[in-house]
């Protein structure tokens, strides 16, 4: 089924600029940044069908836009509107974690890390955006609201769990918006809605309130429609916070300056079917790497179904202990009974799996030494970001028995949790397109821990050669 695209874009104070661009106007007095807010909010109502806002602060970001100072100078991205997911505490806003399961919950107290660093890059948080039940699933759908639509194609799943900011800056209202990926919640949605989304190396971001300590899978970072936004962003979160264990990034604005040795993966390491467009899209950008001088072979991750169940049964760990837990860490009204069936059935998994986890996390742990010593020489790893193009709405809800949906979310997401067990960075590139379902597809270059300049480089060099396609201009 397809349904007509929806977006926002106008030609207004926010226009069709990058997130760099647009504060570039701000600052030269081309727009201010009260104009850019009162377009953010208009922009808001149109795409209102998508669901992608849960909590907005339109009032307050009017408000702190009406003080903002063209010559400021507060960071890169001063005046420039931004959604913060609603995982993430923002002071005065309620956090929810996109369950019913906390319906009475009070505005937080004071911001989180990860959102302050972005505020301190001047951005201005418009509000919260949807994300499926602690993020536990890839798709932004509830058992009791309205699912979050793809803005290219309204009856397919945006993705997730950072579904909702993904919409937001593929449908228009924003040009960034804060992301998190603890399987592959940034890179998911962002090859769902056509974006840029890069996981940073673990250790690379400051520890927000979904770090969890055993194997260190979640890390923060944003989704953007742009490479040099992205590459901005974690340029400024550097010059604030540098990591100690990691290797510079700097700003990177300039291609790829040599040729790489890219390891091309066509086939699902687990054994899932991957679909005939993202084979496609794979192969079409290898060949544009090719072109562009890269050195492309066939290349076997260290991924089988040993890895798959032993990602599922940490996953499931952090899900009993927020069923067990978080009426004392997250909220003193938590009401356990209102969580989804798949939390609980995941939870429930957990529960009945215990004497394994040891083992489990292990293994995961250990996953960064075996991806290096399979192929030492590669400098980037080229796969499918998903399997499939994404499915229809209600195909992937949370509002399922454990046994229906895990495999299924084994299948569709056979490629992003490595990343996370190792703590590499990974990015999402929209550089293919499926026109039987008119939705984007991404495609994942993956490289060795602390090498985000690497593949920002040749993220740089592969949207000039091959410009992702705008969803402005597809009717």
């Known amino acids: 089924m397809n349904e ?29 940044a009260t104009e850019v807010i009162e377009a953010v909010i208009a922009r808001a109502e149109i795409v209102e069908p998508l669901a992608a806002v849960v909590v907005d602060a339109f009032e307050r970001a009017m408000i702190e836009a009406s003080s903002h100072l063209p010559a400021a100078g507060r960071g890169a ?39 302050q660093q972005l505020f301190d890059m001047g951005m201005i948080c418009a509000g919260k955006s949807t994300l499926p039940e602690y993020g536990f699933v890839p798709s932004t759908e509830f058992p009791s609201a309205a699912p979050t639509r793809n803005p290219w194609n309204p009856a397919r799943t945006a993705g997730g769990s950072s579904g909702g900011a993904a ?30 989304g890069l996981k940073p190396s673990r250790g690379r971001l400051p520890h927000s309130g979904m770090h ?34 990691l290797a510079p990034i700097g700003l990177v604005t300039e291609p790829s300056p040599r040729p790489l040795r890219i390891g091309v993966v066509t086939e699902s390491p687990t054994g899932a079917t991957l679909d005939a467009p993202t084979v496609a899209a794979v192969r079409a950008t290898a060949e544009v790497a090719a072109s562009l001088g890269h050195h492309v072979e066939d290349y076997a991750p260290p991924i089988d179904e040993q890895f798959a169940a032993d990602f599922a049964l940490y ?10 837990t978080a009426r004392l860490r997250l909220d003193r009204h938590f009401d356990k009974a ?3 069936r798949f939390t609980h059935g995941l939870a429930d998994n957990a529960r009945a799996s215990l004497r394994d986890l040891p083992g489990a996390v292990r293994r995961l742990r250990a996953s960064k030494d075996a991806l290096r010593d399979v192929h030492p020489d590669l400098d980037v790893v080229l796969s499918p970001t998903v399997g499939q193009v994404p499915p229809e709405l209600g195909e992937l809800t949370i509002d399922q028995e454990f046994e229906v949906l895990l495999p299924k979310l084994t299948e569709w997401t056979c490629f992003t949790p490595l990343a996370n067990a190792t703590g590499a960075p990974a990015v999402s590139l929209p550089l ?38 705008r969803i402005q201009d597809q009717g």
């Open 167 to 196: 919409v937001l800056v593929a449908g228009g209202v924003v040009p960034i918006a804060h992301a998190a990926d603890g399987g592959g919640s940034i890179r998911i949605p962002a090859s769902c809605c056509g974006l840029v």
């Open 4 to 32: 007509p695209v929806l977006h926002a874009f106008r030609d207004d104070a926010l226009g069709d600029a990058d997130g760099v661009e647009l504060a570039r106007r701000i600052a030269d007095g081309e727009v201010s």
């Open 212 to 245: 969890e300590p055993f194997v260190g899978l979640v890390t923060d970072g944003v989704v953007s429609r742009s490479v040099r936004d992205t590459a901005v962003y974690l340029a400024e979160a550097e010059r604030l916070d540098p990591a100690k264990r």
């Open 77 to 115: 991205f001063a005046g420039v509107p931004t959604f913060i997911k609603d995982q993430i505490d923002v002071a005065g806003l309620p956090t929810r974690y996109g369950s019913d399961a906390h319906p009475g919950h009070q505005p937080a107290k004071r911001n989180d890390p990860i959102a």
């Open 315 to 324: 996953w499931s760990t952090l899900a009993l202990l927020t069923r067990e």
């Open 432 to 469: 293919g397109f499926d026109d039987a379902t008119r939705l984007p597809i991404g495609v994942m270059f993956s490289a060795d821990l602390g090498r985000e300049r690497t593949l920002l480089e040749l993220a740089l060099q592969l949207e000039q050669a091959a410009p992702f396609r």
């Open 338 to 340: 209102a969580l989804a």
